[in-house]
């Protein structure tokens, strides 16, 4: 074989040392952490991280919002990087190739959710950090990290055209938005809206153009416009400003809702023609208000998206590279990662951190 | 030709004395009201009533729940009768036609909403009851009378095979359950539920059936068990007993809620499975609270649906007359209407009231 040093035929049975940066308790700031990953086993592939992007989801798992968090915490579910070693087993990937890891690493492969390419609903699924390992009392750490280990089944194939750093954003923005396009079937010919203009709204308003559609933005911020028809949009309405709103009243046939602060569905929803949709991928606190009427008079309905499966993610990651689709970010250092995430709370990035771990 | 003296070229100078039963002035008994309808014109057609079914929104119009009730007011759009009349450019339908009105009697024709055959839509639709007349400002006039007037495109042909008393509720409680049952194209393999038994619930029982669904019925009455498998539902859920509605969260494809009090949208939609849908064809007071969550962590829906279409409407009658589906009903005099009201408020009748119109 020409690889014979990275083949690996058992799991090692010392672990495979790492670095990179965690919370040590809730809400602290990020610092530098050394710790232990599991060696590759038959199946998995070891990675050298390049990029890992700075999803606000990190920020929630740091503050533990969903009372879900375990520390330490290595935070990083957009990761991107290149093969160093693979499992005797492995068939997908090799040595050396670029590829990615988005939220989740592991899951059943066995439930309904899993057989229908929705890892995403496994309820043995394993997230990248702060899950238990499977078959293992071990925890998950992330992408903000030198490397990691992972099933070869969970790893994407990532085009050489794109620029790395830029697509790192796809394995969680990315497919998040680009789910709920395909599923509703998102096209020429149809009116789509993109309500808020941050790491996941540039990506939807990306990719729905590629798809075809005719894109509005719905921002209560005047001066993103320019932005806004930078990015690709066709249009751009001012939420707050009477006139402008009631311009798009039921005229949109889908309408991709990024926010995750409280906001009034029912004012949204009146934006949806007849048969529309309107799809939430945020997570507010508060409960959205819907009266029935507004969905009853017009057949309307209001959805929610969880990222996507893998098979999901592969699709998006080949349509991106095929439409030269990637985010705009900012390249950050790694020890510069508590900076950013108080200027990512303050919606002050052009749309997304990515850190490059050359500089860890 | 063979029926000369049926056949109208001209609307007449004088109008078309009809009689029926209307409520004179908000939330007052209904009482014996003589009328005038526009005589037939060139592309109308003359029924003569034979049965009419009693709609919780009737009584909600008499109360002017809704604030756009006018008096007096002749309630009734789940028509069924005979032709007795047609107009000169009548080609659809001719006299001794057993047809059916449901919920609108004219639209305009021209708008998206009806060229795409949702005339439902259409913001010039003309209600059958209670809604200004096109070209004219007369109001309409519901069923609960002798005779009615209508475009030959807003009446349906109804099949001889079924008893017409069983078909008339059909109009109304069978489009609004049809309608959403097919949009998400409800079938063999899929779970479905139905909210509520009474003249809707009981309807989308029959029809999720005849779809060839597995069927089950979520209801507070643990007395509704029987009937619910009588109609042909597979499954009886009481939702009040924990242990049986804990052994339906994650369950169903598709849940139809046909409940228009408040109630708690958020637990049933638990019981969708990943990917599901919940149509609400109710209109309760209050606002549905629906936490992202619950939409996010599963891809669900939440959706309205208001009674459907022409073409679908006909379309509704003719899967009836072939699966053999009516409604379970009551029959009744005209002059017990008021008495029917309180019944049906009581939830007091198996499962609709209709009224017989050769008893005005």
């Known amino acids: ?11 090692f049975a010392t672990k495979l040392p790492a670095k990179g940066f965690a919370a040590m308790a809730v809400s602290e700031d990020l610092v530098p952490f050394s710790f232990e990953r599991r060696n590759p086993g038959p199946h998995d592939v070891q990675i050298e991280i390049a990029y890992c992007g700075v999803c606000h989801s990190d920020l929630h798992f ?3 919002d969903w009372g879900m968090s375990t ?3 290595v935070p990083g579910h957009e990761i991107v990087g290149r093969i160093v070693r693979v499992g005797d087993h492995v068939t ?5 190739d670029t590829v990615g890891i988005g939220c989740l690493v592991d899951s059943c492969q066995e439930c309904d959710a899993c ?3 929705q890892e995403q609903f496994c309820p043995n699924g394993v ?3 702060g899950s238990k390992e499977k078959d293992s009392p071990s925890m998950t750490y992330g992408g903000y990290s030198n490397q990691i280990v992972c099933n070869e089944n969970f790893v994407l194939k990532v085009s050489n055209k794109l620029p790395l750093e830029k697509v790192a954003p796809l394995l969680c923005a990315g497919i998040t938005t680009y789910s709920p396009l395909r599923r509703w079937k998102v096209g020429p010919g149809q009116k789509v809206a993109v309500i808020g203009l941050g790491g ?11 798809m075809g559609a005719d894109v509005t933005v719905l921002s209560t911020h005047p001066h993103k416009k320019a932005d806004a028809l930078h990015l690709g949009a066709h249009n751009f309405i001012v939420t707050r400003d009477e ?3 009631a311009s798009v009243m039921n005229t949109f046939d889908f309408i991709l809702d990024t926010i995750s602060a409280a906001h009034d569905y029912n004012f949204y929803l009146g934006m949806l023609r007849r048969n529309g949709t309107m799809v939430c991928v945020g997570l507010p606190g508060e409960p959205a208000h819907v009266p029935a009427f507004t969905l009853v008079f017009g057949n309307k309905s209001l959805a929610g998206s969880l990222i996507g499966g893998i098979a999901e993610t592969q699709e998006m990651l080949d349509f991106c590279a095929e439409k030269n689709i990637t985010a705009d970010i900012e390249l950050i250092a790694m020890k510069d990662i508590n900076e950013a995430f108080i200027r990512m709370e303050n919606a002050d990035v052009k749309y997304r951190f990515v850190i490059d771990m050359a500089s860890l």
Chains 1, 2 share one sequence.
């Open 92 to 96: 997908k990937h090799k040595v050396g």
């Open 200 to 210: 996941l709204g540039h990506m939807a308003v990306k990719i729905a153009v590629a």
């Open 127 to 129: 997230m990248t950090y």
């Open 1 to 11: 074989m020409s690889l014979p040093v990275e083949n690996i035929t058992e799991p």
């Open 115 to 117: 057989k229908d390419d």
């Open 243 to 245: 006139v402008q709103a």
């Open 71 to 73: 520390f330490p915490l």
């Open 62 to 64: 740091v503050r533990n």
